[in-house]
């Protein structure tokens, strides 16, 4: 099939990582599938640094074309999103479109699309109910469409973009934390939550030593893994400020002394207690 469907040959190598032990990727491929007509918009929801910008990253490898807005708190998202007046380096002025604006306009165009928002409850609520009436398709003769209004002129009026929702995908995640988003743009979402778990966590440190290169024993991972287990209860409890993450075992991979086991250990060892020291007045 791969070699007569270009659609198929896109996915081949995602299937190929989900059935080798990427548990987030895999859950992913049941809702998105390039061409296809998807009303729902997952937000995956998991502890920071578990993997879901990479796994997302590799669903968008997939599509024609792949879009990613890091959210913030910025007043001024909505114009990252939909647009906004610059200097066109002429004296004038020019009307750029935002990251959502390309995405719309690119699957009214017939590219299959991925927009990802990254972070997407840290969006403050004027913009979080900007977006719900974008992310409510309406119903047209030919099908379910998305519709944005731009800031471009068409004629004496805006320009108004509709795109197939089969064209157009939206994806969404967020970290766990206290960061909760208004009721109306939760519910625009079918959530897909991962919470802390062994299994997965040891398969994302063994895709981190992997792709690093590093020789390690059967049980490292794992290792890994339950030491991520155990600082996040000592979070829990007060013991810690932070607890360790990915992002340590990725920084131990690129600068041990040496890329083995041993190498990675001792990195680790050194710098465990900077990372997740507590954090009061007299400490920090």
Same mark, same amino acid.
């Given at each position: ?107 009214? +165009? ?22 719900l009436t974008f992310l409510q398709p309406v119903n ?42 208004? +009721?109306? %743009?939760?519910?625009?979402? %079918? ?69 083995? +086991? ?23």
């Open positions: 099939r791969a070699a007569k469907d270009a659609a198929a040959a896109s996915r081949v190598p995602l299937l190929a990582a989900a059935v080798s032990g990427n548990h987030i990727l895999d859950k992913l491929l049941a809702f998105y599938k390039p061409g296809d007509n998807l009303r729902t918009k997952v937000c995956l929801t998991a502890p920071p640094s578990f993997g879901k910008s990479h796994s997302i990253n590799l669903l968008g490898a997939s599509y024609d074309l792949y879009l990613t807005h890091g959210c913030s708190e910025d007043v001024d998202e909505i114009s990252t999103l939909l647009g906004n007046v610059v200097p066109d380096g002429k004296g004038g002025f020019a009307i750029v479109d935002g990251v959502l604006t390309q995405a719309v306009r690119a699957a009214s +165009e017939g590219k299959n699309t991925l927009f990802f928002l990254d972070e997407v409850f840290r969006l403050f609520p004027k913009c979080q109910e900007w977006l047209t003769p030919t099908g379910p469409h998305y519709r944005l209004r731009t800031r471009k002129m068409d004629g004496a009026v805006l320009e108004t973009i509709l795109c197939p929702c089969n064209k157009l995908h939206v994806i969404a995640a967020a970290n766990l934390s206290l960061i909760k988003p208004i +009721e109306a %743009f939760w519910s625009r979402f %079918f959530k897909v939550r991962l919470d802390w778990n062994l299994a997965d966590c040891t398969a994302v440190g063994e895709a981190i030593l992997a792709a690093h290169g590093v020789t390690v024993s059967a049980k490292f991972a794992q290792s890994y893994a339950k030491l991520l287990g155990e600082t996040r209860a000592a979070v829990k409890t007060g013991q810690l400020a932070y607890p360790a993450d990915f992002r340590l075992l990725e920084a131990a991979c690129a600068h041990a002394i040496t890329p083995t +086991e041993c190498g990675v250990r001792d990195f680790l060892t050194a710098h465990l207690k900077g990372q997740v020291a507590n954090w009061d007045g007299d400490l920090g």
